[in-house]
């Protein structure tokens, strides 16, 4: 009895009496190689080939897909083993190595894994002795969004060059000194309302500051963001002992302010909101009720923003396919809020480029768009099935924006152009130095036994 299966219930010839009795271990096909399923040894053992280490499923365990059920893992056929390259660095598809699924060890090999981990077996559990593994098109792996990615990095300006850019676009002037300001308690604690500077202010902490800039807007009115009781200020919603805290308005926090800084009367403050004061209202109307649509110039081109289709259209050009947002989701920085691509002046389209070109492309440019809640805050309302009106106060509405271009020779990709003809310059030279002839040794010359 072996494992709680009497040997004499095995039918002879049987898989179950091939694996149990036999000895024969199951086999993998693996882009026309067969491997032994060996889960004593922990891995596939190449058959035929001494030299291949194989593939040890310890190596391979972070590649085990669990809603594929199936190891998902880099191969290189010519070793016959599992490679592993750092995506991180990508920049065009490796020759060397294909993608490929296969089983995970209880499907490969039941009676190896029950006998292993002491379980009992039944004839019923080996259903077959010889599997092949699936070759997976690059498009089924996420090694082209790294690509994409690394490429997108490229693209971004180095540090020296990097300007902060304010997060949005509030209005403020030097904070009131001539009349006390009014407060606001957050959870006891009181802050002085600076409806100039927009912020709250610690009254017993002056230096401690919460600025508009880091609340969220309500969608209709009032703003709200994450509160510590312990620090007095601003904090995440993860952090232990988080609060959220909801305020008003300026204009109700403060209606005189508003009042002195927007010279509105006070009377006429009475029936207004933050949205009216702080959000232009003309251009508010031409956007939302009459129709007209933003525009972002690039590079002395116009383009319609829009966002229904999901698009910067060019003006003028109906062969143009513009550009399209969701072609560009890896050259997005969530941190900015911008999209720095390359950019064909000719055909007026984004245009991808390799990492592993000799020189600059002579018909691109590198340019940064806003992103689409900033381009046209009132149209993504709208597609996002939200008030028209709403969060926009911090960023404001435009009708007109220009993309920013960005020299190569302030990008990241000007130092991989050098870097690409170094290592070319290095390999001509290595292959023009031929190796000196081996001269015949004077040990070689004599003739007869040395004594």
Known sequence: MENGLPNTNIEPGSLLDLRLNKGMLPTLDIAGHTFYVDLRMNKLRPKDDFISKGIDFTEIKDYYDRDRRAFVIPYNPTKREFQQDDV??????????IIVQFPNQYELDIVGW?????????????????????????????????IKRNVAEQLNPKEEYIVNQPKDNLYKIPTDTQRVLPTY?????????????????????????????????????GYRFWYSPNTKGLTKYAEPGAKLAEIPDFVKLDPTGMSKKYNISEDIMAGMDDFKLMVDQDVFDKIAYKGIIPTIDIAGHTFYIDLFNDKLHPKDDIWSRGIIFSELKHYYSYKDDTYTIPYNQGTHTFQEVSLNVKEIPKDLIVVQIPGKRTLDPIGQNKTSDLNTSDYLKKHGVQLQFEAKVIPWHQTRFAETVKRNNVQEMKAKQKSTISPKPEEESTVNKRKGRRM
Do not use: C, Y
Request: proline share 4%; charged share 30%.
């Open 88 to 97: 991180s660095k990508m920049t065009e598809l490796p020759t060397d190595i």
């Open 114 to 146: 029950n006998r292993k981990h002491g379980n009992s077996l039944t004839d019923q559990d080996v259903k077959q002795m010889h599997f092949e593994a699936r070759t997976l098109p690059w498009v089924d792996t996420n090694v082209i969004e790294h």
């Open 185 to 221: 308690k957050v959870f006891g604690t009181e802050f002085i309302v600076d409806v100039n500077q927009l912020e709250l202010r610690q009254k017993a902490n002056p230096k401690n500051v919460i600025s508009l800039s880091d609340m969220e807007e309500k969608a209709v009115q």
